[in-house]
């Protein structure tokens, strides 16, 4: 029944996106949105959304590139209506290009002009249709063997993405390649001559600008920023890292954090890579666009590293979270928050993120069958886990079976055997093993072929007494009690 709530969920919630799309094309259509611009930086604009995009084209194997001429170039631009516009016209350049294809995104500009482009190596656009391309509810036709698996369009997502490039007083333009694929090229014009005064935001903040946090505090609540260094005091409290290269926002949330837990700071992905791997905290929070290595990358390879892999990400981006989702499959983030964020929303998010993993190591020893993948965090994590069971189960007879064997077996030392069981379930590894006996013993309970004292030698126990203590211990009552119950709901 869940599962198919889930598809009703998911109907619903794709039905409301198309809804929302054809209300906005109408408005535009009618001249009823009007442009809220401001200048910024459209480099590391555009280099977010890029970025959001990573782990896809990594899965499938493509060559994807980012080139700019300048690191900043400044522009008077809608930042929510310009993020549709660079998000739909990547990800239709992978909807359209075979694994291992080529996308690049290329951004310059001359005196009047910025220039972006959005290239594929892709199926291209028949020339018969390339003019109809912007127009509304048009589809353009599979051909050249266009993989099966490509998904079908709606036929307003371009027309959307030329009205908001228009409403900019830009243009939008399509060529073929000659080498094949096609590059979608944005004009967007420089300066603000081109706008109207009520077109531009007054007082526009950007999403670090620390007063957009402040103004939701109470007076009373303000703390003053310290400089002291990690001190990781309290081993009752757990450790977040937090990674962002805006010092007076970074101070900021530690600030607001540093009362319930270890507070550790790192301005940039590569600092807080070395860290995370020397203190291993409970929690990354991290920001997405930072020197040295970007938030992605930085997530990437925490879920790739064995000694991190179990750690849940939570990255902050200045734009709208639903930009870290193409196809179902997301950037390796366990969360994603928009900034600026509201206080309260962010404080509850990181709680119930470090709540749920204390749940699902709970949730361990409280049920006799789970699957591996509902208690770990990354798929490195899963297969380990499978590993570690499949290692005990085979082994479950052996009351000779130590932690050496079990660290060679499972190909890791013993700090990280320690590590990682702790992580998962909450237990050394030799209440892992012994929970897994107890588990086992129940199943053969449950079956009724077998006598105590069997399925105690058959789980690893050399003593019937010392196994139906630790039984009871667990489940309650005796295992011949336990059998009992099993025994009875045959007749």
């Not at 084209?57 to 516009?85: C, H, M, P, Q, S």
């Amino acid at each position: 029944m869940y599962k198919k709530l889930l598809v009703i969920e998911g109907s619903a919630n794709h039905l409301l996106s198309l809804i929302n799309r054809l209300m906005d094309f109408r408005k535009l259509e009618n001249h009823q949105v009007t442009l809220e611009s401001a200048n910024g930086n459209i480099v590391k604009f555009t280099k977010e959304i890029f970025l959001s995009f990573i782990e896809y084209a990594k899965d499938g194997g493509y060559e994807y590139l980012f080139e700019t001429e300048n690191e900043e170039i400044l522009v008077y631009f809608d930042r929510y209506k310009l993020e549709r516009v660079f998000y739909n016209l990547i990800s239709n350049a992978f909807r359209y290009t075979p694994k291992g294809g080529s996308i690049k995104i290329k951004i310059n500009h001359n005196q009047q002009n910025l220039f972006i482009a959005v290239e594929d190596s892709g199926v291209g656009i028949a020339e018969e249709h390339i003019d109809k391309i912007f127009d509304l509810f048009f589809e353009v036709p599979t051909h050249n063997q266009v993989q099966k698996n490509y998904n079908k369009g709606t036929g307003i997502g371009l027309s959307i993405v030329k009205n908001i490039v228009e409403l900019h007083k830009g243009k939008i333009d399509v060529t073929n390649k000659p080498s094949g694929g096609v590059i979608f090229k944005v004009t967007l014009p420089l300066g603000r001559e081109h706008l109207l005064d009520d077109e531009i935001i007054p007082d526009f903040k950007i999403s670090d600008d620390i007063a957009q946090y402040t103004a939701q505090l109470e007076t009373s609540e303000i703390v003053e920023n310290d400089d002291l260094e990690d001190l990781i005091v309290n081993e009752e409290k757990q450790t977040i890292l937090l990674v962002e290269d805006h010092k007076v926002l970074r101070k900021f949330m530690k600030n607001l954090l540093k009362k319930d837990y270890n507070i550790i700071e790192a301005e940039n992905g590569k600092i807080a890579l070395e860290k995370a791997l020397k203190f291993v905290p409970n929690l990354i929070i991290s920001d997405v666009i930072m020197p040295e290595m970007v938030g992605t990358e930085l997530c990437s390879r925490i879920k790739e590293n064995i000694k991190t892999s179990h750690i849940p990400v939570i990255l902050l981006t200045s734009r709208s979270s639903l930009v870290y989702k193409f196809e179902g499959l997301e950037s390796g983030a366990d969360d994603y928050i928009s900034k600026p964020f509201n206080l309260m929303e962010f404080k509850l998010r990181v709680k119930n993120l470090l709540n749920t993993t204390e749940r699902l190591r709970i949730k361990f020893s409280s049920e006799d069958s789970f699957i591996p993948s509902e208690i770990t965090v990354s798929s490195l994590d899963e297969e380990l886990l499978k590993k570690a069971f499949k290692i005990v189960e085979e082994n479950i007879s052996n009351e000779q079976f130590d932690i050496p064997f079990f660290c060679s077996e499972l190909g890791v030392s013993r700090t990280m055997l320690f590590l990682k069981i702790k992580a998962w379930t909450n237990c050394t590894p030799n209440e892992f093993i012994h929970e897994i006996r107890l588990k086992r013993a129940a199943q053969l309970l449950e079956q009724n072929k077998l006598t105590v004292s069997e399925i105690s030698y058959k789980v690893g126990f050399n003593n019937p007494k010392y196994f139906s203590k630790c039984f009871q211990k667990k489940y309650g009552e005796t295992p011949s009690q336990y059998a009992d119950k099993f025994y009875e709901k045959t007749f």
